[in-house]
Each structure stands twice: as structure tokens, then as C-alpha cells.
């Protein structure tokens, strides 16, 4: 049994999606759901699917081993990142190499690093009048954004198109690719 551990900051639609993408898989699960935001909607979505969710703070992710000795018992073969906006720590990166994987909202190395997130992300792309945007799913190393790239999928940006369009079809690119890139790693 392949183990998928997700983190998430905000509203986890793509948790909830990789959640029911892998429900009553027999070789895939995603076994807990962990985020920096003890109020994100990705809990209460969690709670409905009856994923095991827990919360942390800064000092269980940075300054102890609390997050790490988490991972290190629920034993997981991929750490997915959904909309995890913290810096990943170099302990971890380092206790699983290759095995922490973020998604995007842009054709990295475009539109990437701190603080190049969600809206940030759509609203450069559409103040740049950029023609074409999409979802870059990359490894995650101790930059923001720079991992090697494992995946990207386009999306055309009209001039009409405003910030909230673009993420939109964002979404959709993140909902139909996401789960599928995590499958195939898996089965790699």
C-alpha cells in the first residue's frame, strides 16, 4: 500500500480531490492530512471524508522535530503539497529526498518564490498581459519553486480575462492533472 501524506493551508479543494481521487484504492491511500492553519476549510473537508487532519505552529514545523517525527511514523511514500504555503524545512527535505512534491498555479520559472501565490500568482499573470498561464507540479527543494519540474499543463489567458478567470481555469487544470502526476509517481 502506497501512503500519501498532504499538506494544506487554505480551503483543500485539492486535498479533497486527491482524497476522492485515491478512496477505495487498493494500493493507494491518503493516510493524513496535515496543515499550519487551524482554521482552513481543508479541516472541515477532511473531517467530512473522514481523513485524519491535524494542525501544527511554526515551532512543530520549524524549531522541533514534532512535524518530522509525524512523518516519520505514518511512514509516507509521497508528501504532497496542496496549497502549503510555507517554506518547506531542509530536515524534512532531507528525511525524505525526493519524495515532497508541490503543485503551482503557474508555468514555472515564471511567476514562482516567495510570496507567488494563488491570486498574487493571477493577477501578475494577467497585469503582464501573458497570453498563456497553467500548473506547473514540481519536487520541492529549499528554494520556493525551484524543484526539478515533473509536470506542466497550459491554459490560453484572453485578453478579456481577468485575475478570478485565470484562476478558475487553474482550478480545472489543477483538478483533472494533479491526481493523475501522483498516481504515476507512485506507480514509477
Request: net charge neutral; with cysteine.
Amino acid at each position: 500500500m502506497k501512503r500519501i501524506v498532504i499538506f494544506a493551508s487554505g480551503s483543500g479543494t485539492n486535498a479533497e480531490n486527491l482524497i476522492k481521487f485515491f478512496h477505495n484504492r487498493e494500493n493507494v491511500s491518503v493516510i493524513q492530512v496535515l496543515t499550519n492553519n487551524p482554521h482552513a476549510k481543508v479541516i472541515e473537508r477532511c473531517n467530512k471524508l473522514k481523513t485524519s487532519c491535524l494542525s501544527f505552529n511554526r515551532t512543530a514545523f520549524y524549531k522541533t522535530s514534532h512535524v518530522l517525527d509525524i512523518l516519520k511514523n505514518t511512514n509516507p511514500d509521497l508528501i504532497v503539497l496542496a496549497g502549503f504555503l510555507w517554506k518547506f524545512p531542509e530536515n524534512i527535505l532531507n528525511a525524505f529526498p525526493n519524495k515532497v512534491i508541490n503543485v503551482h498555479p503557474a508555468l514555472l520559472p515564471k511567476y514562482g518564490g516567495k510570496g507567488m501565490y494563488g491570486m498574487h500568482v493571477h493577477n501578475a499573470v494577467v497585469g503582464n498581459k501573458e497570453t498563456e498561464t497553467g500548473i506547473t507540479i514540481h519536487y520541492v527543494n529549499e528554494h520556493y519553486d525551484e524543484g526539478a519540474i515533473i509536470f506542466q499543463a497550459k491554459c490560453d489567458v484572453l485578453t478579456l480575462d481577468t485575475a478570478e478567470d485565470v484562476a478558475a481555469k487553474i482550478h480545472e487544470l489543477e483538478m483533472e492533472h494533479f491526481p493523475e502526476v501522483v498516481e504515476k509517481l507512485l506507480n514509477s
